[in-house]
């Protein structure tokens, strides 16, 4: 070969090898992981907040990468393509985002708003009134919320983001004075309300007793012969001095609250088939008598309750005895 060939035959090649590695695929870099910013934060219901999501290599930051947001709790918060999260309820959710099978994630914090009391109905009782259903009105009231009387929560009701209720017991309007009306709502946020205040004047004369109303007993029937039991009474208006009252006549009574008085029916009261009459009496000033409640008293069939060479006795449900067999010489049996 000559000189001027085998320079050629060495371009050609060297051209080859170019061609060749400017046209192979370089190798593509795998995600190693995701690296979520802030990996905390705490927003309001309402607010929106950006994460950013970074997809890393060996420290290096990789570009041109899908990322998909997912929130675990979208009830509290929801999350958008961008990385937006929005605030929608008190409590906490983990946002995260992935790429290419790697996570990573960051915590959101939804805090609830402070409540706002606007008034209170009714405003004032008199000393020694009975319990009552107070209403609180103002806003950013959310489940979990409570009505506090002097600072400790009573039995609350959440009607909607602008109402609550709360039953107020009777001693805690037993003395005159004033109570300390606010609301609180839970964390995560809440808070504590401007304070609302409810007045107790003294009374100007007799407190009237209000005329009680009863609804149901517990229990409404017993077999004759059972022991004695603690019979439960519902209904309305019942007061401290509230009797409940069988046949007309006054059973050791409970009161429990202007719904509920207990009393207790001795082992004598049901000793035989009838019915019992339950009543609720409340002392004047005011209350009176209450509609009368039925209590029944039955007798189941019992075993023969004598028994002769040709007779037999036993007691009907009715609690009458039903007898069969011989009257020789005048008399059941022959014994």
Do not use: Y
Not at 214 to 228: D, K, M
Not at 236 to 249: I, M, T, Y
């Amino acid at each position: 070969m000559s000189h001027r060939r085998f320079q050629q035959a060495i371009v050609a090649a060297a051209t080859t090898l170019l061609l060749g590695c400017m046209t192979t695929s370089p190798t593509a870099i795998d995600v190693e992981t995701v690296d979520v910013s802030p990996t905390a934060a705490t927003i309001e219901i309402g607010e929106s907040k950006t994460l950013a999501a970074t997809p890393m290599a060996a420290g290096n930051v990789l570009t041109g990468r899908t990322i998909t947001w997912l929130s675990s709790n979208m009830v509290v918060a929801t999350v958008d393509a961008n990385g937006s999260v929005h605030g929608l309820k008190g409590g906490t959710t983990r946002i995260t985002a992935t790429s290419e099978g790697k996570v990573g994630g960051a915590t959101v914090t939804v805090n609830h708003p402070i409540p706002v009391t606007l008034s209170i109905a009714p405003t004032s009782t008199t000393a020694g009134s009975p319990q009552f259903v107070l209403t609180v009105a103002g806003s950013n009231f959310v489940s979990g919320a409570e009505i506090r009387w002097n600072g400790t929560a009573r039995t609350t009701t959440l009607v909607s983001v602008t109402q609550l209720t709360a039953v107020i017991p009777a001693s805690d309007i037993a003395t005159t004075g004033s109570a300390n009306i606010t609301v609180v709502n839970p964390t995560p946020g809440g808070g504590t309300s401007a304070t609302q205040t409810f007045t107790i004047t003294a009374t100007t004369g007799p407190v009237t007793n209000p005329s009680p109303v009863l609804t149901s007993i517990s229990p409404t029937t017993s077999l004759v012969g059972n022991a004695a039991f603690t019979l439960t009474v519902n209904g309305s208006g019942f007061v401290a001095g509230s009797q409940v009252r069988w046949n007309g006549s006054p059973r050791a009574t409970t009161f429990v609250s202007a719904v509920k008085l207990t009393a207790a029916i001795t082992a004598a009261d049901i000793a035989s088939v009838g019915t019992g009459q339950v009543t609720v009496f409340s002392p004047t000033p005011g209350g009176g008598t209450s509609a009368q409640s039925a209590f029944t008293l039955t007798a189941s069939l019992s075993p023969a309750v004598a028994l002769g060479q040709n007779h037999g006795c036993a007691i009907k449900p009715n609690g009458s005895a039903w007898c069969w067999g011989s009257t020789a010489s005048g008399r059941l049996g022959n014994n």
